[in-house]
Structures are given as C-alpha cells and as structure tokens.
C-alpha cells in the first residue's frame, strides 16, 4: 500500500542553524502538507501545497519557515534559523486532489530536536 | 479562535465493549470530519471521514455527524486492547487545513 515517507526520522540541530526536513508524498497525490506536535499538544497545520505553491498556511508558517517541491518526488521543508521552541515532531501529510480529495495520509514523522 | 473540543480521558473500556468517542467544533461553517487514531510516538493515522449528517460505517467503527449540534462521535464496537491509543478529532472549517482536537485517550483492558 504506498504510503507517505519522511527523512531523517530524528534530527538534532543547533540553535540559530538551519534544517531541512524531507517527505516522499504518495505518488498519485496533488496536495502536500506539513503539521507539527510539540510534545504533549496537539497536531498543528503549518502549510499546504498545491500545483507548486503555498495555497494555504497558518499563524506559525512564518518568514523563518519555506517549503519547496525541488523534484517529481519529493517535499521539502525548510526552517532558516531554528529556535528552542521548534523543536517537536513534524509530520508531512498528502491527499488525492478528488473524489476523496479531502482525506489526509500522515508520515511517520520527523523528530526536531533544537539544542 | 475557531476550537476543535475533545475529552482528553483517559476513557478506560473492557475488552469487547463499546467505546464511544465523542467532539465538538466551534465553527458552524465546517463541512469535513476526520478521525485519526495516534499510537504514542507514532502518526496520525485514518480511520475514517465523514461529510454528511448521519452515521458512517466501516468495520467495527462508526462515525456519527450532526451538524445542528456541531458534534462528531466515533464509536468503536468489539474494543480490542489493540485499539488502546489516542484518537484525534480532526475538521476542515476551509480550504485543506486540519484543525485537530487534543485527542482522547482510550484504553481497552483485557
């Protein structure tokens, strides 16, 4: 069953350094997302992605924050100068486009660890 | 603040029990509904979606939406203590974004 991919699984960075966060959406998907969980809190929307741009994005999604889509496959992203508060877990998600076009498939995630 | 509300629980069942799961929206305008099941350290994962009033069955779970209440509810026939994670509300009020609850806690002890 495909399924949604990230890289690293765990990433440790120093404060103020930059990282890049990696997923592999589902192949036949249109749209991409990322979410982020800090420890004990809920799952947040950070942005999502369609036909090569942002079309949508939170309160957090902000100029420190960039997503890109370098390839045919793969998802990037990007945060430019990392704080201790974003450290947490980053999950990328994926969804068809139509029909069942609003269902969301999550990767197993990326552990940030901001020191 | 549009709000996604859940019991965080723990919502303790015996194996074999019904285990009801229940949410509530704060945005009259939502037209999409989703649980996810999570496992600690784990991600969101699909059970099911739900975009009309009334009652949505696959396997041993239903979804069930009323629209006029703002009320969304996941029942979970036959638990199995495999079935013990936490279980995130999760609505699109627009666009694709979802707004999660905080999730409840189910536990089904053998």
């Known amino acids: 069953e495909p399924e949604v991919t990230q890289t690293p699984s765990h990433q440790v960075t120093q404060m103020g350094q930059e990282v890049i966060l990696r997923c592999v959406p589902i192949?036949?998907?249109?749209?991409f997302y990322w979410y982020r969980q800090i420890l004990g809190q809920k799952v947040e929307f950070l942005v999502s992605?369609?036909?090569?741009?942002?079309?949508?994005k939170s309160e957090i999604f902000d100029d420190q924050f960039s997503v890109e889509r370098p390839d045919g496959s793969n998802f990037t992203l990007k945060i430019r100068s990392t704080k201790l508060e974003d450290s947490a877990m980053y999950f990328c998600?994926?969804?068809?486009?139509?029909?069942?076009?609003?269902?969301?498939?999550f990767g197993p995630g990326t552990r940030l660890t901001v020191t | 603040q549009k709000e996604v509300e859940q019991n965080s629980g723990p919502l303790s069942v015996p194996e074999g029990a019904i285990a009801s799961l229940n949410c509530t929206y704060s945005d009259r305008g939502s037209q999409s509904f989703f649980w996810y099941r999570q496992y600690s350290g784990k991600s969101p994962e699909l059970i099911m979606s739900i975009y009309s009033n009334g009652d949505k069955e696959d396997g041993r779970f239903t979804a069930q939406l009323n629209k006029a209440s703002q009320y969304v509810s996941l029942l979970i026939r036959d638990s199995q203590p495999s079935d013990s994670a936490t279980y995130l509300c999760a609505v699109i009020i627009s666009g694709y974004a979802l707004n999660f609850g905080k999730g409840t806690s189910l536990l089904v002890t053998p």
């Open positions: 192949s036949n998907h249109l749209y």
């Open positions: 998600a994926s969804s068809e486009g139509q029909g069942n076009s609003y269902e969301q498939y």
């Open positions: 992605f369609y036909n090569n741009e942002i079309s949508e």
